[in-house]
């Protein structure tokens, strides 16, 4: 059942990490060709083996949103989706009323903390200029806000979207603890602020990626390679890393594109490295 059906029906994916919970924001889908946006290094074809992984058009279909993750006294965003775009490549506009579904207003939310500044994990951080969690303090990778924003050439649309923060927003340089049981791993490669969140509690863990992996199969394989990484060679070591470290191992992983927002776990079975859906 794709993510659409998913809200439609109204079956949603809570997951416990001790007594905290994190629950997916569905906001929309974007479809992108296949072979324009994974390679695999020294295959010519990598998709010839592999006519699975894309629909039958040659696309790969993303699901868009971010995490809802409660602590108690604080109500944290992670990632804010795609926004009101409606394009051939994204659709987004659900992110509010999904929030409202899990119980919670804009104005609830205490912090809005990105993975990273790419305009489908940013799009409800303001709205026709307005910051639309008005309430929350927003965090990011300071390396990411230089390079998007405070750079000499500033990206035109993320500067639109993100400078109405700068009042609510706080930089962090650092591996740091947002909250009790919320803490960000730098993990530079796809963006250079590029951020991991860890969510745990009680002995549990969970891995919250971003655009670390696209798709589950770049972890399952992490010699594929996406043509938006800013820094490839990196972007992969991170992925090689976290695959090794996570496989066979009780955390929970969550995309930032993953179907459904779905959460799983890295597996072997029959000595291959599988991602298996909760």
Known sequence: MDAERLVRFGLRCVVRIGGLTVEPVYDGMGWEPAREFLDRPGDPDPWSCHPELHD???NLDFTLGGFLVRTGERTILIDAGVGAVNSEKYRGGQFLESLRELGANP???TDVLFTHLHFDHVGWATQKGEIVFPNATHRVHAADWAYFIECADPNPG???KL?????RLELFDADTTIATGVDT???PGHTPGSTIVVVSSDDQRMFVLGDVAHCTFELTDPTWEAVYDLDRT???GVRERLAHQLTDQPDVIAGGHFSGLRFGRLVTVDQERRFAFL
Do not use: N, Q, Y
Not at 163 to 167: A, G, N, V
């Open 107 to 109: 104005e609830d939310v």
């Open 185 to 187: 791993l730098h993990a």
């Open 163 to 167: 400078s109405p923060l700068t009042d």
């Open 158 to 160: 993320a500067w639109r």
């Open 56 to 58: 039958e058009r040659g």
């Open 234 to 236: 990196a972007a992969r």
